[in-house]
């Protein structure tokens, strides 16, 4: 069985960083695209970073220069390194993996993050 397991959220101030991390067990399949996408209150999910199995990464505009995403050489285990976090930043993240042969997606439960003085 599949299972995602984020951490390394918490509480920062404005322009603290934060790494997070997610650790995926259970892959039997080979994996594709590793990304991570927030949810604040009130909002829809909204994708933040993917990254290939070749290591190109994307960003969303809003986080583009700030943070930077990166996976293992197993490419089990996803990464986001998170600098110069702003208010708006504020959300839970949830890392996602992509089934390569199928599309098929698994989502991990979630890591909050909350910027605030």
């Known amino acids: 069985q599949v299972r995602l397991v984020e951490s390394g959220g918490g509480l920062v101030q404005p322009g603290g960083s934060l790494r997070l991390s997610c650790a995926a067990s259970g892959v039997i399949f080979r994996i594709g695209l590793m990304g991570w996408y927030r949810q604040a209150p009130g909002k829809q999910r909204e994708l933040v970073s993917f990254?290939?199995?070749?290591?190109?990464?994307n960003y969303a505009d809003s986080v583009q220069g700030r943070f930077t995403i990166s996976r293992d050489t197993a490419e089990n285990t996803v990464y986001l390194q998170m600098n110069s976090l702003k208010a708006e930043d504020t959300a839970v993240y949830y890392c996602n993996i992509v089934r390569e042969a199928t599309g098929s997606e698994y989502w991990g439960q979630g890591t909050q993050v909350t910027v605030s003085s």
């Open positions: 990254i290939s199995t070749g290591g190109r990464a």
